[in-house]
């Protein structure tokens, strides 16, 4: 009929998380830094939205009408499912992770990819390179939640993680900080201390705060 498409966006800051509930009964968790666009009311043949950064989805279902959500690098097209789409502008990756149902995810200019529950599809923005992997789920979508689980994580990697869920400033004061593991459990409704000094006790780091700048440097653990 040539009606508008109203849209709505919210932007949700670092340090802050948020919850939304589209017109269609699909629930949606913000994390920080982050933002989506969608329709006050979806279109009588598909739903469609645009995110950027993280969002945990649990779709309503809907055979009829195909819910889709883009990225800047990727479309994600589901009917009814719930997943977990990472996907900062900063980050040198895309990470999609199932939870139940399966979609299908269409990298930039490149072919369709099928993904089903426990898997996670990893495109890497420099290479173009899409990989797909069985992994532990929660240790992607435990955000929503409060909490971060690491098994083996790059020091980059949760450092990121933090930066953005506390809004604060890392600096490194040796770069082979970035590729050391952390593993563990961060309980995110600690202060941002707190969990500094839990990652101090089993990564070789101290750490110093300064006008809300962390300056981290290696320590030697005997």
């Known amino acids: 009929t040539g009606a508008k498409l109203l849209l709505n966006q919210i932007i949700v800051p670092f340090g802050k998380r948020s ?4 017109s269609d ?3 949606l968790w913000i994390n920080s830094g982050s933002r989506a666009i969608y329709p006050i009311e979806f279109k009588v043949n598909k739903r469609e939205i645009y995110v950027e950064g993280e969002v945990y989805i649990d779709v309503a279902k ?3 009408r195909p819910f889709i959500v883009k990225t800047d ?3 994600i097209k589901v009917l009814g499912t719930s997943f977990n789409v990472s996907s900062y502008p900063e980050d040198q ?4 992770v199932i ?3 399966n979609i299908k995810i269409k990298p930039e200019n490149q072919k369709e990819v099928q993904v089903l529950p426990n898997q996670a599809l990893v495109y890497s923005k420099q290479t173009k390179v899409v ?3 069985k992994v532990d789920i929660y240790n992607f979508i435990s955000w929503k939640d409060g909490w971060i689980r690491c098994d083996s994580e790059e020091f980059e990697s949760v450092m990121n993680k933090l930066s953005r869920y506390y809004n604060k400033k890392f600096v490194l004061v040796d770069q082979s900080i970035k590729s050391l593991r952390v593993s563990g459990k961060l309980e995110l409704k600690e202060k941002f201390e707190e969990v500094m000094k839990v990652i101090s006790l089993t990564v ?3 750490f110093n705060i300064e006008n809300e700048i962390i300056n981290v440097s290696k320590t030697n653990m005997n």
Do not use: A, F, H, Q
Request: charged content about 30%; hydrophobic content about 30%; overall charge positive.
């Open 19 to 22: 919850t939304l509930t589209l």
């Open 25 to 27: 009964g699909t629930k």
């Open 62 to 64: 809907d055979e009829n």
């Open 73 to 75: 690098k990727m479309d």
């Open 93 to 96: 990756k895309v990470t999609v």
């Open 99 to 101: 939870v139940k149902g």
């Open 131 to 133: 990989n797909l992997n």
């Open 204 to 206: 070789p780091i101290k």
